[in-house]
């Protein structure tokens, strides 16, 4: 095998700023598929301030609408995907397949949320204004993601 050199003119080894950004994002938990309630509770935890980027009343919000969920609808609700969005929301995500669900609670409070069912192309959720509480709409698509 003979060795080849090609000439350039780069002399900046350092690497692109994106792949860096996309490394440092990854060595911490933006979000995070959960086995149990206490997981769920203490990723949630994991996001306040001072090691996370939410204020504690945000945190303690999306822990009470999880609660508030859970009793609702007497523990059918399986555990969502919890993680941070860029516009920096909490988002509570379901993918169950035909049936996909999203809730993004916002520093204000307000909930934007998304549904679609793959089987029939149904769409549903806020559009430019968001819900200050769960509205019969979202009440009902969360039932079609319910367990038996």
């Known amino acids: 095998m003979i060795p080849i050199a090609f000439n350039t003119s780069v002399t900046d080894l350092a690497p692109v700023p994106a792949i860096v950004e996309t490394m440092q994002r ?3 938990s933006y979000s995070a598929i959960l086995n149990s309630d206490n997981e769920l509770r203490a990723f ?3 996001m306040m301030k001072p090691h996370g980027d939410f204020d504690e009343a945000h945190v303690k919000h999306v822990v009470r609408l999880w609660e508030a969920l ?3 609808y007497a523990g059918k609700l399986p555990l969502p995907l ?11 995500a379901w993918d169950l397949g035909q049936f996909y669900l999203e809730i993004e609670v916002r520093r204000d409070f307000g909930l934007e949320w998304f549904y679609r069912d793959r089987v029939t192309n149904d769409l549903d959720g806020t559009e430019d204004e968001p819900d200050f509480a769960l509205s019969n709409s979202l009440i009902s698509r969360l039932w079609c993601i319910c367990r038996p």
């Open 26 to 28: 990854q060595s911490f």
């Open 44 to 46: 949630l935890g994991s």
């Open 70 to 72: 859970k009793k609702f």
């Open 82 to 92: 919890a993680q941070s969005t860029s516009e920096g929301n909490i988002q509570l």
